[in-house]
T-cell receptor, first 117, second 114 residues
Framework: GAVVSQHPSWVICKSGTSVKIECRSL??????MFWYRQFPKQSLMLMAT?????????EQGVEKDKFLINHASLTLSTLTVTSAHPEDSSFYIC?????????????FGSGTRLTVV | QQQVKQSPQSLIVQKGGISIINCAYE??????FPWYQQFPGKGPALLIA?????SEKKEGRFTISFNKSAKQFSLHIMDSQPGDSATYFC?????????????FGEGTQLTVNP
């Protein structure tokens, strides 16, 4: 089945630095990638939608200059958290439309736990 | 209108019992309703999904019941096992100008006691 590989699985960074999270579609082409943020014991919140070769669409309240998304190829999308602060600590997850047993689906990456100290 | 309401927030079931999680929505434009299972520190994994033209779908121990007129759908886990202990999210798909998107319920933390 479709696999989205997300790296790193966890990262600790100092306040003020930037962190890049990568998501790769391993056996299919992801023309669209969704980026979510999840706080402990809460649901997934959509941050932005990226389409290959075009600018990402950000949800209301999400700072596009802080969360830079690049979707330069059909198999790779990246999220860069710039000038990270402790309040950016969260679980970040990517997802792409895919096929599951021949039917439409959305495949999620394994997530990245970001801790800003 | 974009919300998906999920209940209960937490659920404790004995091994072998039936776990039932419910979701309700308002937006009649939703056209696809998946359920995801998430273990701590992992991304959600698709369990089972249904389209609104079907009232029930079963895959193994997992069944979705869909009531279009009531705008409700539910997940039934038969013969619940300790390994089913996880957080379950319902979701619904809509289309925006930017493309499709999933709206998630608040999640249900399921604990299956041995």
């Amino acid at each position: 089945g479709a696999v989205v590989s997300q790296h790193p699985s966890w990262v600790i960074c100092k306040s003020g630095t930037s962190v890049k999270i990568e998501c790769r579609s391993l056996d299919f082409q992801a023309t669209t990638m969704f980026w979510y943020r999840q706080f402990p014991k809460q649901s997934l919140m959509l941050m932005a939608t990226s389409n290959e070769g075009s600018k990402a669409t950000y949800e209301q309240g999400v700072e596009k200059d802080k969360f830079l998304i690049n979707h330069a190829s059909l198999t790779l999308s990246t999220l860069t958290v710039t000038s990270a602060h402790p309040e950016d600590s969260s679980f970040y997850i990517c997802s792409a439309p895919s096929l599951h047993r021949g039917f439409e689906s959305y495949t999620f990456g394994s997530g990245t736990r970001l801790t800003v100290v | 209108q974009q919300q998906v309401k999920q209940s209960p927030q937490s659920l404790i079931v004995q091994k072998g019992g039936i776990s039932i999680i419910n979701c309700a929505y308002e937006n009649t434009a939703f056209d696809y309703f998946p359920w995801y299972q998430q273990f701590p520190g992992k991304g959600p994994a698709l369990l089972i999904a249904i389209r609104p033209d079907v009232s029930e779908k079963k895959e193994g121990r997992f069944t979705i019941s869909f009531n279009k007129s009531a705008k409700q759908f539910s997940l039934h886990i038969m013969d619940s096992q300790p390994g089913d202990s996880a957080t379950y999210f319902c979701a619904a798909r809509s289309y925006e100008t930017s493309g499709s998107r999933l709206t998630f319920g608040e999640g249900t933390q399921l604990t299956v006691n041995p």
